[in-house]
């Protein structure tokens, strides 16, 4: 009875925690930003696997005398990773906007474009080149690190505070111009809209200004190295990656969504590290992240959250009781496309004492092995933001650009897994066997 005790307390008060986080505006809006841009992300991957597996004269189909003609399609896939993964700043802060607008009942995609035009406005738009010990000023330009992944935190901060202004701006009758009845209701809409649109850019604009006047560095230098590297450094390392899964982990055990209430967190930061290891890689040189959001789910959630794939075969290798062989075995099939709410609730896991504690430590283990794996060069580090639903070993081999220790080392950490889980599943067997006894 106190153990029942003390896990609905502490139940109810991860509910509480959950229902605060789900309830704030910008990590709602952030959160499904982010959504709606895996599948550029997925799409620039894609690129990246055909350039590499395809029309690679080295590695690639093209390497084969016949085909050698795909050589000549390299272009293409190098196209399609520029548009994708080098704008997705730009693509962020014009969903944030959208989003953000929603919440405060403003229609239309109008509000994504104040967004970027405030983000573009805190930039430099030009850069210095340097040939030959001589400098030469390119003008009218934008840099590459404002667009890509680099940007990222400014062009959210950006984003956010520039539509609030215009949000409340917008709602303001007196900078309201009114048009005739007779003039039509879009182009009455654009004059309605002009003074906010204008007092919002001239204000980003400005501020943008006065950082660069008082501190001789621009916005993006201040956020990128103040606030946007410690963070990357701290949860592209192995330490701040499994607190992101324990704390994911301790709330699926309590029966709320974890991966949702550590997403605005963790998508931003593992979304920006598989982005610069597809560019990196499509380009030639070194890939820098070991983790990302590919690594997260093909060492540290295959088969699903907790590393279920693990339970399931523990289970239909040792388990006796009746009511969890059935529910692997129906729980299997979805599991290889790691879909594993069926075996969440249905065995059940959360505030199941017993099985809650493999389901959290798994994926730690797991994500540490294929770490150290990675870093020693046994496997390859991930390139490829492949689908989640892809099964087991195919992702692993996708994900890596067909790198074959990659697969060996997530088969290991699914054995790993299945060694975890067997003693508890014997455990949960003596459990009711004790109970039909007592009966």
């Not at 994500?367 to 195919?394: H, R």
Request: proline fraction near 6%; charge should be neutral; glycine fraction near 6%.
């Amino acid at each position: 009875m106190q153990e029942n005790s003390f896990m609905d307390k502490f139940s109810n008060i991860l509910g509480r925690i959950a229902a605060v986080v789900n309830n704030l505006k910008y990590i709602k809006v952030i959160k499904n930003a982010f959504t709606v841009l895996v599948p550029v992300i997925i799409t620039g991957a894609f690129g990246t696997l055909f350039s590499a597996m395809v029309f690679d004269a080295d590695n690639g189909l093209a390497q084969i005398k016949v085909l050698r003609f795909l050589e000549n399609l390299k272009p293409i896939s190098s196209a399609i990773g520029y548009v994708t993964l080098s704008f997705l700043t730009i693509y962020v802060v014009f969903l944030i906007g959208i989003e953000l607008a929603k919440l405060n009942e403003i229609k239309g995609v109008f509000p994504g474009i104040i967004a970027v035009m405030s983000y573009l406005a805190v930039n430099p738009t030009f850069i210095e080149v340097t040939n030959e010990d001589v400098s030469t000023v390119v003008e009218n330009v934008l840099a590459k690190q404002y667009t890509d992944t680099k940007g990222l935190f400014l062009g959210m901060f950006v984003a956010i505070v520039s539509v609030e202004l215009y949000s409340w701006l917008e709602k303001q009758d007196g900078l309201k111009i009114k048009m005739p009845d007779t003039v039509p209701a879009n182009v009455s809409k654009s004059f309605s809209s002009l003074f906010p649109t204008i007092i919002t850019i001239v204000v980003v604009s400005s501020v943008g200004f006065a950082i660069k006047a008082i501190t001789g560095l621009y916005a993006y230098d201040i956020m990128y190295n103040i606030i946007q590297k410690p963070l990357e450094n701290v949860f592209h390392g192995l330490p701040g990656n499994l607190l992101l899964m324990f704390i994911a982990q301790l709330f699926w055990a309590m029966g709320i969504h974890g991966p949702q209430m550590i997403k605005p967190i963790r998508d931003p930061l593992l979304l920006t590290a598989i982005a610069v290891n597809t560019e990196a890689f499509q380009a030639g040189k070194e890939v820098p992240n070991i983790l990302t959001m590919p690594f997260w789910d093909i060492y540290m959630t295959v088969g699903g959250s907790g590393v279920t794939i693990g339970l399931l075969i523990a289970i239909l290798l040792v388990g006796k009781r009746k009511d969890m062989r059935e529910i692997a075995k129906l729980s299997f099939v979805p599991g290889l496309f790691n879909i594993n709410e069926p075996v969440i609730f249905g065995m059940p896991i959360m505030l199941n004492p017993i099985l809650a504690i493999p389901f959290i430590i798994t994926p730690l283990v797991t994500g540490t092995i294929a770490y150290f794996a990675t870093a020693i060069g046994f496997a390859a580090k991930t390139v490829v933001m492949v689908p989640w639903p892809i099964p087991p070993v195919i992702n692993a081999y996708l994900a890596t650009a067909g790198d074959f220790g990659a697969v060996i080392t997530q088969i290991i950490c699914i054995a790993v897994a299945v060694l975890i889980y067997i003693p508890f599943v014997k455990v949960t067997d003596r459990q009711q066997l004790k109970k039909h006894a007592e009966a």
